[in-house]
């Protein structure tokens, strides 16, 4: 069989992986009892029990939404809207507003309706679409497989690593095991089911390892737990008491990291690749200081990457520590801190270190002509 239709049946396999996990619970978890999903036009509000302290807003907010579609399509339905004054999980509707409703059926007629938040899955699809349409245009057949790689990782995430944790298995090695499973997917997926493809499977393995024995490490030498995370309390009073919480945090580390680091692997074997095709000739040490010196020059980027990505997320809470004058020690021995700061450079130690390791890999495999 010839390397493209390899490639193409790989693809087609992965497809169906996708559609297989769409489609089923291959970890079952107990969901929890729920109403009718519909959108809903809020037609009316009513603001008079809601009570206003300074930008913060309790109580409840009743609403008069028609519904827009389901099973009761054209029907009214009130709708109330709990405010609990925390504005990060509050939304204060107005009149004209298309919002996510669900309810249940009271004397055979919707009743007991609560409002799930403007209604924003059709613009999350639309915007799914048009990154699959860039991805196309822009790197044709490989952004395909691209595309499917990354329906593939939302699917595993989803629908089985998620699952697999609330049933009790252990953090670390399950998510060792999904990112062996994603990095061979995306990994044989775009780079193809030869030496480059292998190299990078490999180099991204090796730095994830290593990102993955340093966050134990230094998670144990900064004294931090799993509760750092946001949502963390809440998950254990929600039934979930026996969650290993601090294992959780550390596959989190490396499984966030993972990505950039197939990325940098992919770099390396691709130019490692590309070097050899037009000098096969090429001595196996001048070939591997080939690839560490691309790897030097994209480090100098990479390196700043998951800094950005981290630290911008937490905009608003270094712009309170500032804002109240804290002095930077205190800062940075904050817990929360010092978990993005062991997020960010255990991260960086898997990005540093995929470099050599792909390169030597790589040369291996084409030295030995594999």
Same mark, same amino acid.
């Given at each position: 069989?010839?390397t493209?239709?390899? /490639?193409?049946?790989?693809?087609? $396999?992965?497809?169906?992986l996708?559609?297989?996990l ?8 107990p969901?929890?009892?729920?109403g009718?999903? @519909?959108r ?6 009513d603001?008079?029990?809601v009570?206003?302290?300074? $930008? ?14 389901? =099973? ?16 990060e999980?509050?939304?204060?509707y107005?009149?004209?507003?298309? *919002?996510?409703? /669900?309810?249940?059926? !009271?004397?055979?007629? =919707?009743?007991?309706? *609560?409002?799930?938040?403007?209604y %924003? ?6 915007l ?13 057949? +490989? ?7 990354? !329906?593939?990782?939302?699917? !595993?995430?989803?629908?089985?690593? &998620? ?6 298995? =252990? =953090? ?13 997917v ?29 966050a134990v490490?230094?998670?144990?030498? &900064?004294?931090l737990?799993?509760? *750092?995370?946001?949502?963390? /309390? ?14 959780? &945090? ?13 990325d940098l692997?992919?770099d390396?074997?691709? +130019? ?8 096969? /000739?090429?001595? &196996? ?7 560490? %010196? ?6 100098? +980027?990479? @390196?700043?990457?998951?800094?950005? @990505?981290?630290?911008s997320?937490h ?21 929360? *801190?010092?978990?993005? $700061? ?12 995929? @470099?050599?390791?792909t390169a ?6 084409? %030295?030995?002509?594999?």
């Amino acid at each position: 069989m010839s390397t493209s239709r390899r /490639e193409w049946l790989f693809s087609l $396999i992965i497809a169906c992986l996708c559609i297989v996990l769409a489609s089923v619970d291959v970890a079952r978890v107990p969901a929890a009892p729920t109403g009718i999903h @519909a959108r809903g036009l809020i037609t009316a509000v009513d603001n008079s029990h809601v009570r206003t302290n300074l $930008i913060v807003k309790t109580e409840a907010q009743f609403l008069t939404v028609q519904l827009l579609d389901g =099973p009761h399509r054209g029907q009214e339905l009130p709708v109330t809207n709990m405010l609990s004054g925390k504005m990060e999980m509050d939304e204060f509707y107005e009149a004209g507003k298309t *919002v996510l409703v /669900e309810y249940g059926m !009271v004397n055979g007629k =919707p009743g007991n309706g *609560v409002a799930r938040g403007y209604y %924003r899955l059709r613009m999350q699809l639309v915007l799914i679409g048009l990154f699959a349409v860039l991805l196309i245009a822009v790197a044709g057949v +490989t952004g395909l497989k691209a595309a499917l790689s990354f !329906v593939f990782v939302a699917m !595993v995430l989803w629908k089985l690593f &998620f699952p697999l944790l609330l049933r009790g298995h =252990p =953090p670390l090695s399950t998510g060792l095991i999904i990112v062996t499973l994603l990095t061979a997917v995306i990994t044989f997926s775009v780079g193809g089911l030869n030496r480059r493809g292998v190299s990078t499977f490999v180099g991204s393995m090796l730095g994830v390892l290593l990102t993955c024995g340093l966050a134990v490490w230094f998670a144990r030498a &900064f004294d931090l737990h799993g509760a *750092v995370r946001p949502f963390a /309390e809440t998950l254990l009073y929600s039934g979930y008491l026996d969650l290993r919480l601090t294992d959780i &945090f550390i596959a989190s580390v490396f499984i966030a990291c993972s990505g950039a680091v197939m990325d940098l692997a992919m770099d390396i074997a691709a +130019t490692m690749d590309e070097i050899k095709r037009k000098r096969p /000739e090429i001595s &196996f040490m001048e070939h591997v200081r080939s690839g560490l %010196r691309v790897g030097r020059a994209v480090i100098g +980027t990479m @390196a700043t990457t998951l800094l950005l @990505a981290y630290s911008s997320s937490h905009i608003c809470m270094f712009l309170l520590f500032m804002a109240k004058g804290l002095p930077a020690a205190n800062i940075l021995n904050a817990p929360f *801190v010092a978990a993005e $700061i062991l997020n960010i450079l255990v991260g960086s130690f898997g990005l540093v270190t995929v @470099a050599p390791f792909t390169a030597l890999i790589a040369g291996l495999l084409y %030295r030995w002509g594999c």
